[in-house]
């Protein structure tokens, strides 16, 4: 391995560890939820894709699927892997060209015999997950998502890989190293968060040569139509911030917000919005984008938020995606 890519390896696994699930509690012993109208339909299956750092086998992604069970009873969870090795799956989050991660993705759920024959799919992203379910929305979406849920996902991007400690020169180092080689091919082509970085102060270096971000979010000049064309579909695109997030830089990205040193941009106030470049325009006209807040740090999920998440946003097509159903159920 090239010496940048070890040295930058190290950084990030070092400091978006975060990023990776940590195990929530099973439920001690199963208790079927009351009856509702839901029960009779078979739940949408679920397609969750990890952050960096994590792998498919993670126990706490296993027990977000036995949550959905306890919900929607029935619900078949996918957890996404670019390989069937934890390890190399691990491996995967930090190096490749996304490309072609997102190519075998598609591949993937287009021919999984239960997944591709369902009328459509729930999906969960956590971190950098939730940037490439969109992706994968905006390029191929064959099943087609119908609710798309992110965690303190970078979907405008990061404009830092981290933040050093005044005296921790081997990290300042490192930084600088990376921030001077981001757009070069070898970098693009290898490194996963390279593809999403995104610093207002270099943009004309970005829309050139990010080899993701740039391209799903329709930036450069020519607009792909069908990524709006596939992310309108959606029924409920949700995104959520975590309001003490220090490990993705800008937290805001969460939002689809810019931040440019001190201005805050936010998303309804930006070209991609405003000339609908991929849709969230007319998805947040239908009432289906939401902004969300939870407190805590990066990926600090609690069972009764995520319990909250599946029982909103997933279950039976043709449910009732209301506000007041939730409200209703929790009287
Ligand atoms: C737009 O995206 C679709 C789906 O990935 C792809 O098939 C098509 O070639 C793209 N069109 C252009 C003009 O790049
Ligand atoms: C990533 O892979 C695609 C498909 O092979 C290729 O066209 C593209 O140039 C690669 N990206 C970079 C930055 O090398
Ligand atoms: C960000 O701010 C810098 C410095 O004020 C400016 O040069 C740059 O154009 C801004 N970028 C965007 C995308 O507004």
Avoid at 214 to 231: M, P, S, V, W
Avoid at 280 to 287: F, H, I, R, S, V
């Amino acid at each position: 391995m090239a010496p940048l890519l070890s040295t930058l390896i190290l950084l990030l696994s070092s400091s978006l560890a975060l990023s990776s699930i940590t195990p929530i509690s099973r439920p001690s012993h199963y208790k079927p939820s009351p009856k509702t109208d839901d029960d009779y339909d078979t739940p949408l299956p679920l397609i969750i894709w990890h952050g960096l750092g994590d792998n498919y086998q993670n126990e706490g992604l296993t027990s977000i699927g036995d949550l959905a069970t306890e919900i929607h009873p029935g619900t078949l969870t996918y957890i996404i892997r670019i390989d069937d090795d934890a390890s190399a799956d691990r491996t995967a989050t930090f190096f490749g060209n996304l490309t072609l991660q997102l190519d075998k993705v598609c591949a993937d759920l287009a021919a999984h015999p239960i997944l591709s024959t369902a009328p459509a799919v729930d999906a969960l992203g956590f971190s950098q997950g939730g940037q490439f379910l969109r992706g994968y929305i905006e390029r191929c979406n064959f099943p087609p998502v119908r609710s798309l849920v992110t965690f303190g996902s970078q979907h405008n991007g990061i404009s830092e890989f981290q933040s050093c400690a005044a005296t921790d020169w081997l990290c300042k180092g490192a930084r600088s190293l990376l921030r001077s080689n981001t757009w070069s091919a070898f970098v693009q082509s290898r490194l996963v968060p390279a593809q999403y970085f995104r610093d207002p102060e270099q943009l004309d270096s970005y829309l050139e040569s990010s080899n993701f971000l740039a391209d799903i979010n329709n930036e450069r000049e020519l607009k792909n139509q069908t990524y709006k064309e596939n992310l309108e579909r959606l029924e409920r695109f949700v995104m959520y911030l975590f309001e003490e997030d220090e490990t993705v830089v800008p937290k805001e990205t969460g939002w689809f917000a810019e931040v440019n040193g001190t201005d805050v941009t936010l998303l309804r106030e930006r070209s991609i919005y405003r000339e609908d470049w991929i849709g969230l325009k007319t998805l947040d006209a239908k009432g289906a984008l939401e902004f969300k807040t939870t407190e805590g740090q990066h990926m600090k999920l609690t069972d009764k938020l995520l319990k909250a998440v599946i029982k909103e946003n997933y279950g039976p097509l043709g449910r009732k995606l209301e506000k007041e159903m939730t409200e209703r159920e929790e009287l």
